[in-house]
């Protein structure tokens, strides 16, 4: 098996809505704001290549949206989903599996494109691979919330049913063993419904892709939860106990949106569990 992050740009996002209660006197000292309050957030993926698969962990967020919708996020970075596959050496049509940790744009947007610059049809990026959601989250997303209603976008989802590329992981517990092959998942439901965390044992380390549980390391301290949680008391518990666990077990905690950490471990203190150690993928596993 080998790992590979896949950078597909950033973005920027209020740092209000990133921090929640957390004043910005604070967040602000690991986070800093430009003149409009916006934070930068990447967007960070992973390629697992494992035997004849070649998994593809979330998508980022595209690219046919229209102006407008960019123009509140303030997209920035040379790096794309497709070059970044490609630079590995690597084709779209080499993707086997599209593991979806939840459907909101940023996290799906990139699996599906116009086919044209007409923009009147759409396909799905990965033509070979299974893309694979929950039930459960399916449901929330296809009938969404007013909360959420603005993040989960038709366009991003339903071309990926429609083309029959659509499959689901069970969910039997909060914790689901070899959803796909060498692949746990931890599933967690403060965010959005049933969000979708990948754990990977790896040259005898644990990874877990923490996708929006942990958007960044700033946001190890329980109290840190963002704006745009569903149930943050839910996430509350949720954190408390799945840090607990990756400090006990030395996991290594792989970062979708930190700007600035790419991977870190966690211990136990005096004050819960914080940020031990911080370093890229590559400085760890070469």
Not at 107 to 113: A, D, F, W
Not at 188 to 205: A, N
Not at 231 to 247: D, H, V
């Amino acid at each position: 098996m080998k790992i590979y992050p896949i950078h597909t740009g950033n973005f920027k996002l209020d740092g209000g809505a990133m921090f929640g209660v957390v004043p910005k006197s604070i967040w602000s000292k690991t986070n800093p704001a430009d003149n409009n309050n916006m934070c930068n957030w990447s967007m960070r993926c992973m390629l697992i290549e494992d035997g004849d698969r070649l998994i593809l962990i979330d998508t980022g967020v595209g690219d046919k949206q229209s102006e407008k919708f960019f123009s509140y996020y303030y997209l920035f970075g040379d790096q794309t989903l497709k070059t970044s596959i490609e630079a590995l050496g690597f084709g779209l049509d080499d993707i086997t599996d599209v593991f979806l940790t939840h459907l909101h744009f940023d996290h799906v947007g990139g699996g599906v494109k116009w086919t044209d610059n007409s923009r009147t049809k759409l396909e799905t990026v990965f033509k070979n691979a299974t893309y694979w959601s929950n039930e459960n989250h399916w449901k929330w997303a296809i009938e969404p919330n007013a909360r959420e209603k603005a993040s989960f976008l038709t366009e991003n989802m339903m071309p990926i049913k429609e083309n029959g590329q659509l499959k689901f992981i069970d969910r039997i517990d909060d914790y689901q063993h070899n959803a796909l092959p060498n692949i746990d998942v931890i599933f967690v439901d403060g965010h959005t419904e049933s969000q979708m965390l990948p754990r990977i044992k790896y040259k005898g380390k644990t990874i877990v892709f923490v996708a929006d549980l942990l958007p960044a390391a700033a946001h190890i301290p329980l109290a840190y939860v963002i704006g745009y949680d569903t149930r943050p008391l839910q996430t509350l518990k949720e954190k408390e106990t799945f840090l607990n666990l990756a400090a006990d077990e030395d996991y290594i905690l792989f970062f979708e949106h930190d700007y600035y950490n790419e991977c870190c471990t966690v211990k136990h203190t005096e004050k819960g569990v914080r940020m031990d150690q911080s370093f890229t993928f590559k400085e760890l596993f070469g």
